[in-house]
């Protein structure tokens, strides 16, 4: 075995060892520390003395670091009460414990950083090191930050199911919001998913792989060599991942099919649109309005909407879109851009260029502001 | 999860409402004062919401290139520059208003005859990361 299909593995085991280690008696926090301590001697030992069962291998070394802990633990009684009470190994769970760890990871008592550090560390089976360095944070405050989100979550009983829409939500985070650094967060996003979408059968689980896979297969042609943003409409579309988008297509549609529409296969609905469009002409604006409408009421969201406008200057022309603008609250973020690129289109370049400017002195991140002063640039250079 | 930079200044920033300067208070306010600062710091790396804190000594040089084959240029201190900055904190917090929170912690440290300093903080925000998904 390679060392990377060693972790690839791994991590895969880390949910169902977990699992079974908290349905044995484990509280989850010492658990999952025990989990973590048994992963990292997988590492230093499986290269040389490959198991024969990597899963039994797990869950034999974590619950003897678990018992080691508890033992060395000022509590040593109470627990070891537990611990005399365990359940043989092997008893079947009523509920599958990798759907119930995804729920107790994203549980609504957490804030959305813990839960995704927590869900990336126990579901994940990334090292504290590793999150920290995702997120760009001291180690130290990283593993205090998991640490108090297992204690927040210690009380919550472990057989109550939880509310799979709080799942996603943390997920799409994940996908959506990481750096790039050593941990690829996106693929670490799709892994996730796809894992959660093998334990529990629900459309919306389905639509979130499939935006995730659509907008991934796009992720080579979004930006140039040195990180600067190519948008949609200049993008090499034969550097999309034409798999990714294949998969994603199929599994939108399985989805859509079951006719219980939600918000992430309204938006994969949208990737979708725009992945099978060879050019920005030839795609279907039309059913993207469509689709922005579903959106809007289904989630209210403004930024919805805003993205709508854009869709129906493409449909409609760029008045019809400036007239779909002006109705929307104008502090929203992005709003300035979506002005300035609507005047574009218009032919307005002076009112363009001088929007761009305003829209990069507001951008939320460096590649979208650096990309915002350059369309300014370029427009202010050919008057 | 966006991080946030608490600018601390010598100069600059509006005038504190507990204004003494802090060689006018007792080594005992002093020591308080350090102590609060500290405090600070690691219930924050408690709360998992700590990145870096760093202090700046007062003095700065410009530099500026001057050419091929020639050395910088240097200039200053400038003992009119408007704005020094003292220090910073960097924190990550989940949203606008804990950070308002914190920094309005942070200016409560004591200061003379131990009363909070109200001393006015720069509150920056990060840029954050660029999307995946923007349509």
Not at chain 1, 38 to 58: E, H, N, S, T, Y
Not at chain 1, 107 to 113: D, K, M, N, R
Request: net charge negative; hydrophobic share 45%; proline share 6%.
């Amino acid at each position: 075995m390679t060392s990377q299909l060693n972790e690839a593995l791994l991590r895969s085991l880390t949910p169902s060892v977990l699992g079974i280690l908290v349905r044995r008696g484990a509280d989850f926090a010492a658990a999952e520390d025990a989990v973590q301590d048994a992963l990292v001697q997988a590492v230093r030992v499986w290269p040389a003395d490959p198991p024969r069962d990597p899963k039994g291998w797990l869950v034999t070394v974590a619950w003897r670091k678990f018992l080691d802990a508890t033992r060395a633990d000022s509590a040593r009684r109470r627990r070891e009460d537990v611990v005399d009470e365990a359940p043989v190994p092997g008893s079947t769970p009523a509920v599958d414990d990798t759907l119930q760890l995804y729920f107790l990871c994203a549980h609504p008592s957490l804030t959305p950083s813990s839960a995704v550090a927590l869900t990336l560390r126990a579901v994940g089976g990334l090292t504290t090191r590793q999150i920290a360095q995702a997120y760009l944070v001291p180690e130290a405050t990283m593993a205090q930050r998991i640490s108090r989100a297992k204690r927040t979550v210690s009380g919550v009983r472990f057989d109550q199911p939880g509310d799979v829409a709080t799942v996603l939500r943390v997920l799409y985070l994940v996908f959506n919001e990481g750096y790039s650094g050593d941990v690829d967060l996106a693929a670490e996003a799709i892994r996730l998913t796809r894992q959660l979408a093998a334990v529990i059968d629900h459309p919306e689980v389905a639509g979130l792989l499939a935006l995730m896979l659509l907008h991934h297969a796009r992720r080579a042609a979004r930006t140039t060599f040195d990180g600067s943003l190519v948008p949609l409409a200049e993008q090499d579309r034969g550097r999309w991942d034409t798999e990714s988008i294949a998969e994603g297509v199929e599994m939108l549609q399985a989805a859509l099919a079951r006719d219980r529409l939600g918000e992430f296969q309204a938006q994969a609905a949208i990737a979708a649109l725009h992945a099978d469009a060879p050019s920005t002409e030839e795609t279907d604006w039309v059913q993207i309005v469509e689709w922005y409408d579903e959106l809007a009421r289904l989630t209210g969201s403004p930024v919805v909407l805003l993205n709508r406008a854009v869709a129906v200057g493409e449909a409609d022309g760029p008045r019809a879109g400036l007239a779909a603008l002006v109705a929307l609250d104008d502090s929203l973020p992005r709003h300035t851009a979506v002005a300035a690129y609507l005047h574009e289109r218009d032919g307005d370049l002076a009112t363009a260029a001088g929007l761009y400017a305003e829209a990069a002195q507001k951008a939320p991140n460096l590649a979208e502001r650096d990309h915002l002063t350059r369309q300014a640039a370029r427009l202010n250079a050919h008057r | 999860m966006a991080k946030y930079l608490l600018l601390k200044h010598y100069r600059g920033a509006p005038a504190a409402v507990n204004d003494v300067p802090m060689d006018q208070w007792t080594p005992d306010e002093i020591s308080a004062h350090m102590q609060y600062m500290q405090d600070f710091a690691g219930r924050l790396e408690g709360t998992g919401e700590f990145v870096d804190s760093q202090a700046l000594a007062p003095g700065g040089t410009f530099v500026r290139y001057d050419g091929e084959g020639r050395p910088p240029v240097t200039d200053g201190p400038f003992a009119e520059t408007k704005d020094v900055i003292a220090g910073w904190m960097v924190i990550d917090v989940d949203s606008y208003e804990r950070a308002i929170e914190l920094a309005g912690e942070l200016s409560a440290a004591p200061g003379a005859g131990g009363k909070p300093i109200h001393e006015w903080l720069e509150l920056r925000p990060f840029y954050g990361v660029s999307p995946t998904i923007t349509e």
